[in-house]
């Protein structure tokens, strides 16, 4: 999440300096949705698979 963030800042520092401003928002959701690229439709972020019922790992 940190270096997505720091991606982020810096492609809006960028587009600043390029004269093309950009809300930080839109930039974080662009980078965003290029990390979703590849990502099987539905997938979860849950990781319930990585723990057992009582929540420790497997």
């Known amino acids: ?3 997505l963030v720091e991606q ?3 492609r ?5 300096r390029a004269g093309a401003p950009a809300a930080a928002i839109d930039i974080v ?3 965003a949705a290029a990390g979703r690229i590849g990502v099987t439709a539905g997938a979860s972020s849950a ?3 990585f723990y057992d019922e009582h929540g420790l790992p497997r």
């Open 29 to 31: 959701w662009d980078l």
């Open 8 to 10: 982020a800042l810096e």
């Open 47 to 49: 990781h319930d698979d």
């Open 12 to 16: 809006y520092d960028r587009e600043l």
């Open 1 to 3: 999440m940190n270096r």
